[in-house]
């Protein structure tokens, strides 16, 4: 009755053509249409025979990954997964892509590392089913996006507030679709911030890269967390890639700590652990926000801080790219306001404009 996920695999290593074919064949739900060497070889089977969902390497021969994916973004718009290797040099192409259109970045194994393929089948069969039911955005969206976080004048039109007496902390859920949403969500606020942890799921080199172009783009902090980095107003920290990220009261001061506890929801970092931590120190003193991506993580944690007094935020499903974990946290009780992106920002500072005049 359900038809099964077209897949195509675009990557130049007939090695790794192999290995992804190999990772597929399992599943009932998914097909795969094509194999290309190069983005030519994967245009005519796309015209062909319209793939659901494509994964897509960066480095090729004849055109690179990029100059193919925003072709077929603007003239045969398709779900992109990014098949790329850790390393910063990857990262930067990756979130690149991410800013064309691609839905997701999957990390590429190491050659030593085929004995663990059977254990990393089943995390990419969900991306690519994830990937099938995503909205795609599109390119033209993300530039319009990018190019309005750089208007700082735009910025400073928001009500502006005073960080030393709005110290709430803010708490931020996402995963695929987020790279972008949170620029969004970031765009929105003024110059100085309360506190703004994330927990972005990416793969580890990533967060490092992502959170350093980030920081060139806003008049606020921005960087990767680090092992015991202290909570401040208009920093903004982003849990590593592999590491949860926990709030830990250190005497009178608010830092981070890192930890390797067990993967939750097949994913290290994860939300959960770093909301509940919020939810246990903060109380009421917090704000949580569950933007789009897949899965369930950061509803459990999202409805612990609502429990313990914080106002509570979750992304809308027609503003997502994937609505999973927003709807997670919505049918857990766990949301007070759903609401479009963009208008999560100014929704948050007109309530903490509002609890700065009450107090």
């Known amino acids: 009755m359900n038809q099964k996920v077209k897949l195509l695999i675009v990557d130049d290593s007939a090695v790794m053509r192999?290995?992804?074919t190999h990772m597929f064949s399992h599943s009932d739900q998914i097909e795969i249409i094509g194999q290309a060497p190069d983005p030519f070889v994967a245009r005519e089977i796309m015209?062909?025979?319209?793939?659901d969902v494509m994964i897509l390497d960066i480095e090729m021969p004849k055109m690179?990954?990029?100059?193919?994916?925003?072709?077929?973004?603007?003239?045969?718009?398709t779900r992109t997964l990014i098949f790329s290797g850790v390393a910063p040099a990857h990262s930067q192409t990756a979130l690149k892509a991410l800013e064309l259109g691609a839905i997701d970045v999957l990390e590429k194994p190491a050659m030593d590392s085929m004995s663990n393929l059977d254990a990393l089948a089943p995390a990419m069969v969900e991306k690519v089913l994830s990937a099938a039911k995503a909205r795609i955005i599109s390119k033209h969206v993300h530039t319009l996006k990018t190019s309005h976080t750089n208007n700082h004048?735009?910025?400073?039109r928001v009500t502006p507030f005073n960080s030393k007496t709005h110290s709430k902390l803010i708490a931020i859920a996402s995963s695929t679709g987020g790279t972008e949403a949170l620029k969004v969500f970031l765009s929105t606020l003024p110059p100085n911030p309360p506190p703004i942890i994330i927990t972005q799921h990416m793969p580890p080199v990533f967060t490092?890269?992502?959170?350093?172009t980030l920081n060139t783009k806003f008049p606020f902090e921005v960087k990767?967390?680090?092992?015991?980095?202290k909570i401040l107003?208009?920093?903004v920290l982003i849990a590593p890639g592999n590491y949860h990220m926990e709030l830990e009261k250190n005497g009178i001061q608010l830092c981070v700590r890192l930890n390797q506890k067990p993967i939750l929801h097949g994913v290290r970092p994860a939300a959960d652990y770093m909301m509940k931590s919020v939810a246990q120190l903060l109380g009421k003193n917090a704000i949580g926000i569950v933007l789009t991506g897949m899965g369930k993580d950061g509803a459990q944690g999202l409805l612990s801080m609502k429990q313990q007094g914080a106002v509570t935020f979750a992304q809308s499903e027609k503003t997502c790219v994937v609505f999973?974990?927003?709807?997670?946290?919505?049918?857990?009780g766990a949301v007070d306001n759903v609401l479009d992106l963009a208008d999560i920002g100014p929704a948050l500072i007109a309530l903490l404009s509002s609890n700065s005049k009450a107090a």
Do not use: C, W
């Open 18 to 20: 192999k290995i992804l």
């Open 47 to 51: 015209l062909e025979n319209k793939p």
């Open 64 to 77: 690179d990954g990029l100059t193919f994916l925003e072709k077929v973004m603007e003239f045969m718009p």
């Open 153 to 156: 004048s735009a910025t400073s």
């Open 208 to 212: 490092k890269t992502y959170a350093e």
């Open 224 to 229: 990767e967390g680090a092992d015991g980095d």
């Open 233 to 235: 107003p208009g920093r």
């Open 324 to 332: 999973g974990m927003p709807h997670a946290a919505i049918q857990l």
